[in-house]
């Protein structure tokens, strides 16, 4: 049940999900997964010179896109491991998309997350019924405490990102954001994936490329937590320096996964990186002028068009906002900060 | 260029708009206004055991609905009259309404608003290149006011709801309803409608009459400001009570005008009103859960679901979100306030 995570040359080219998955997980997902919403914005089309395509994962179901890869994975668990239920480590997203999915298909789910989350993640993933067990960050290996419960309980892991049924699950946003740009007429020359893990990025990336082959894909990163870039520029898997510091409590895994990297660096045009003071501006803008809650790291996408880390006017761009799940008391203070500075 | 408002029988029987030019506001709108999601919340739609579709016009240029009826009236003002350009009172979306559809027309516009409306309000409709001038709710009657200045320049008035081409506008929003809840296969029981003037409620109802004849529209004002629902009962028009108070900035209008009186007497259902309370809930659901920004005035309608206003069991009920426009420190204080109440 406890299947390690793929590391070799060969066992990462075994594992890689093809296109079809992801074609498999949206019949999977149909009718469960909300078929977000792909907007516009006339304010901003004009504030950037360019026409931005806004895929709204902030509006699926449990306020972010991973319900997408929790629910095709955990629907495919053999029928014998379900009684035992699922095991998952998260900052709160993967959780709750993980409790929710679990939910639906009638399986227990034991999530780890970090005591320090944002109160919202952690009483949303107990809402859905999952049993939480909080860590700290500091002293405590997740993944190593995740394997010691699964194996005692016979309990199968779902990885937030290393694993093909959770890319594909993910990739279903990128097969939508292909679909609903051709329905605009939109030639996407562009589209920016918000990027911990490279979940969400792999997937959609793979989408694009079977979809929109001429997208150039970049994932997004916090400055400081920007490993995916790194190893795009230097071709192979690189970490991020510990003790590092952002505000995007989504998006601070400290490596690519084995089958992500693999994906992107075969799909991904590149990197990016944008400032937590980036973040803050795009949220403050989402609020003002989009009207839309985003998260911290559900908002560096939208960050890196508004901040000029990619050249927008005359161009068409896709941007995930890939999750919503923010504490009202945060998203105040850094409202109230943007006014200070206004 | 200063046209009464209609007041006699005769003269609303002339006024009175037909569906077709609800069509053929929705050509000059075409690629202008945004084609706002009809969006739908497992999440929601599990709490009130029914299916709720919400039309997010709170993502509509300006942040509200009041752009599709500024527009459509400004573009039909004669050549000769243009320059002299357009004068409008309103306590802030109209304004930017207006404001937005004369910049993009070409036409100088003046917007006569209370000194006290919200500051985002004040800011974003002078950022259209509008002239503000402010007024005091208590002291000063602002359509006076507007008759003085348009007499004084040659200006058009544009009504914020008693006006044919303001309501056929503003029904463009219910022709999609129409059209969207049938491509989702979805019969709409009842519509749910924010009511300041009527003018929304009037341009929908328009709507829905011709496209979904079987769906029930209703009327939700903030309680103290029921005058439609009070006048729909009576039969004929009342005024609210002075000295009432909501915070529902949007939706204090005094009594329903004469042709929306006429369109919503003849098709809609009835009135329903929701306390300041139970609209502070539904803001705070609406960040946590839906992940929107909805202003007090647009978040009525929703209320009206969630405090079960409305038997929302088993039923299909499409509720318009109408305008996002609420500074953030007010936003804020209500979450505030609901964290504490949870």
């Known amino acids: 049940m406890t299947s390690s995570p793929v590391s070799t040359p060969d066992d990462i080219a075994t594992a890689l999900p093809a296109f079809a998955e992801i074609e498999a997980a949206a019949k999977r997902l149909h009718g469960l997964a909300v078929r977000t919403p792909l907007l516009e914005s006339p304010a901003l ?16 179901r449990t306020g972010s896109f991973k319900f997408r890869g929790a629910y095709n994975r955990i629907s495919q668990i053999p029928d014998a491991a379900r009684a035992a239920g699922v095991v998952a480590f998260s900052s709160g997203n993967h959780a709750q998309g993980v409790a929710a999915a679990a939910a639906l298909l009638g399986l227990p789910a034991t999530i780890i997350m970090p005591a320090d989350a944002p109160a919202m993640k952690l009483a949303n993933t107990r809402a859905y019924g999952a049993e939480v067990i909080p860590y700290e960050r500091s002293s405590t290996s997740r993944e190593a405490l995740a394997v010691e419960i699964a194996e005692r309980r016979g309990a199968t892991i779902v990885r937030p990102f290393d694993d093909a049924g959770v890319i594909a699950g993910q990739g279903t946003c990128g097969l939508e954001i292909a679909d609903q740009a051709a329905a605009l007429d939109a030639q996407l020359d562009a589209l920016l994936v918000c990027c911990g893990g490279g979940g969400l990025t792999a997937g959609c990336a793979l989408a694009m490329a079977e979809r929109s082959p001429n997208t150039a894909v970049y ?34 895994s400290p490596t690519p996964g084995h089958l992500t990297f693999a994906i992107n660096q075969r799909h991904a045009a590149g990197g ?24 911290p790291g559900g908002a560096v996408a939208l960050a890196a068009v508004l901040a000029g880390r990619i050249e927008a006017r005359g161009k068409t761009i896709a941007v995930v906002l890939s999750g919503g799940n923010v504490d009202p008391q945060a998203y105040a203070e850094i409202l109230a900060r943007e006014s200070d500075a206004a």
Chains 1, 2 share one sequence.
């Open 219 to 252: 994932t997004v990163e916090p400055e400081g937590f920007d490993d995916t870039r790194r190893s795009l520029v230097g071709g192979e898997r690189v970490s991020n320096t510990e003790g590092g510091k952002s505000f995007c409590d989504a998006l601070l």
């Open 272 to 295: 990016l990186a944008v400032s937590d003071a980036e973040v803050a501006e795009a949220m403050a803008y989402a609020y003002r002028t989009l009207k839309l809650v985003i998260e």
């Open 45 to 60: 089309n004009d504030r950037v010179g360019g026409r931005v395509l806004l895929k709204a994962e902030t509006l699926q």
